[in-house]
């Protein structure tokens, strides 16, 4: 037996089990049991709350658009008729809060990426860095300039761009479920992909 062949196969079914399992869920999560529910909430969690984050850059408005995200996932479940992924579903109602929101304040400069730490005000993508005390400090430097110039490119980006660059670098969709999620066709989301793309290289030309 072909092994390569044999692996694909493997993922293959696996993959169909796992999208029978989902399906499993939201049925019965449309059928009133809350804990499906509750389990489909906790397979996203995560994506949801770290997209919003990535998005709007306050954990609190973050937060925000994760409590009504699932809050409209919970009220139009019944009406999910498998037309699309569920994932696709939840990152469309996701995509449009953010982008609501962001249009509303425009992402106020002053939150920047900083949060609020025991140690004072840092900015969360360095938190988030490795801050081993065996880091190389020219290391620690180097990838704090990345982060820089990373943020002030996002900050850059349309609302759109930044959205697709987000759904497609962090979130790991595909162009079509991107297009899907954002009603419009994977040619445009493929196209706002390389916009943002251009501008992300053009700002780390000398580190990349």
Same mark, same amino acid.
């Given at each position: 037996?072909?092994?390569?062949?044999?692996?694909?196969?493997?993922?293959?079914?696996?993959?169909?089990?796992?999208?029978?399992?989902?399906?499993?869920?939201?049925?019965?999560?449309?059928?009133?049991?809350?804990?499906?529910?509750?389990?489909?909430?906790?397979?996203?969690?995560?994506?949801?709350?770290?997209?919003?984050?990535?998005?709007?850059?306050?954990?609190?408005?973050?937060?925000?658009?994760?409590?009504?995200?699932?809050?409209?996932?919970?009220?139009?479940?019944?009406?999910?008729?498998?037309?699309?992924?569920?994932?696709?579903?939840?990152?469309?109602?996701?995509?449009?809060?953010?982008?609501?929101?962001?249009?509303?304040?425009?992402?106020?400069?002053? %939150?920047?990426?900083? !949060? &609020?730490?025991? *140690?004072?005000?840092?900015?969360? #993508?360095?938190?988030?860095?490795?801050? +081993? =005390?065996?880091?190389?400090?020219?290391?620690?430097?180097?990838?704090?300039?990345?982060?820089?110039?990373?943020?002030?490119?996002?900050?850059?980006?349309?609302?759109?761009?930044?959205?697709?660059?987000?759904?497609?670098?962090?979130?790991?969709?595909?162009?079509?479920?991107?297009? %899907?999620?954002?009603? !419009? &066709?994977?040619? *445009?989301?493929?196209?706002?992909? #390389?916009?943002?793309?251009?501008?992300? +290289? =053009?700002?780390?030309?000398?580190?990349?």
């Amino acid at each position: 037996m072909d092994t390569r062949a044999g692996i694909i196969g493997n993922v293959g079914v696996r993959g169909a089990m796992e999208r029978s399992g989902e399906e499993a869920l939201i049925r019965a999560a449309q059928g009133g049991d809350e804990d499906a529910f509750a389990q489909l909430v906790r397979s996203y969690d995560h994506q949801v709350l770290r997209m919003a984050l990535n998005l709007l850059r306050s954990p609190e408005d973050a937060r925000d658009i994760y409590q009504e995200a699932f809050l409209r996932v919970y009220r139009n479940l019944p009406k999910f008729r498998f037309d699309c992924s569920f994932s696709t579903w939840l990152y469309r109602i996701v995509a449009n809060l953010c982008l609501d929101q962001i249009r509303k304040r425009k992402v106020r400069k002053e %939150e920047g990426s900083a !949060v &609020t730490t025991g *140690a004072g005000e840092v900015d969360r #993508f360095q938190y988030v860095a490795e801050q +081993r =005390a065996d880091v190389d400090p020219q290391r620690r430097m180097m990838s704090a300039e990345v982060n820089s110039r990373v943020q002030e490119v996002l900050n850059r980006l349309t609302d759109r761009e930044r959205l697709v660059f987000e759904m497609r670098h962090f979130q790991g969709m595909r162009l079509r479920s991107i297009g %899907e999620a954002l009603g !419009v &066709t994977e040619e *445009a989301a493929k196209n706002c992909l #390389f916009r943002a793309t251009q501008k992300m +290289r =053009a700002a780390l030309g000398d580190f990349v």
